[in-house]
């Protein structure tokens, strides 16, 4: 089930990322512990627009087993050791942790959770450009 999840949202990241430039700025991951991987699906995260984002971070959603109809709001939280922590915010009053890994794999946590398995808050430090309804 772990390596369909990895296979959905490594697919999932490929598609979002179709037609988006790559003149974007490069990510803010200065807090990475030393040594840490950072792969190419976790890179590509940081360059996608909301709309984009919030559909590669639904496919992780679902592709671990959970629903989310439609994100409202997500972004980057932060480093956590060799993962990303993204969250998103479902319209069904959800909140989601998605740890992208550097070879391309998704967990992902209800951000209800996370502070009992001692995760980063799911608090966006970083918010991609564009609207998850696709506007700017």
Same mark, same amino acid.
């Given at each position: 089930? +772990?390596?369909?999840?990895?296979? /959905? #949202? $490594?697919?999932?990241?490929?598609?979002?990322?179709?037609?988006?430039?790559?003149? =974007?700025?490069?990510?803010?991951?200065?807090?990475?512990?030393?040594?840490?991987?950072?792969?190419?699906?976790?890179?590509?995260?940081?360059?996608?627009?909301?709309?984009?984002?919030?559909?590669?971070?639904? +496919?992780?959603?679902?592709?671990? /087993? #959970? $629903?989310?109809?439609?994100?409202?709001?997500?972004?980057?939280?932060?480093?956590? =050791?060799?993962?990303?922590?993204?969250?998103?915010?479902?319209?069904?009053?959800?909140?989601?942790?998605?740890?992208?890994?550097?070879?391309?794999?998704?967990?992902?946590?209800?951000?209800?959770?996370?502070? +009992?398995?001692?995760?980063?808050?799911?608090?966006?430090?970083?918010?991609?450009?564009?609207?998850?309804?696709?506007?700017?």
């Amino acid at each position: 089930m +772990r390596k369909l999840a990895a296979a /959905g #949202f $490594s697919a999932a990241l490929m598609l979002a990322g179709c037609n988006q430039s790559q003149t =974007k700025g490069q990510p803010q991951n200065q807090a990475q512990p030393a040594g840490a991987r950072i792969g190419p699906e976790q890179e590509q995260l940081h360059h996608l627009d909301a709309l984009n984002l919030a559909i590669a971070l639904k +496919r992780a959603i679902y592709d671990s /087993g #959970f $629903s989310c109809r439609k994100i409202d709001k997500a972004g980057y939280v932060g480093p956590y =050791k060799n993962l990303d922590e993204w969250t998103a915010h479902c319209t069904n009053g959800r909140d989601w942790a998605i740890f992208a890994g550097p070879d391309g794999s998704a967990q992902v946590r209800d951000c209800a959770d996370v502070a +009992r398995f001692g995760l980063p808050k799911c608090e966006i430090h970083e918010t991609p450009k564009g609207s998850v309804n696709g506007s700017s």
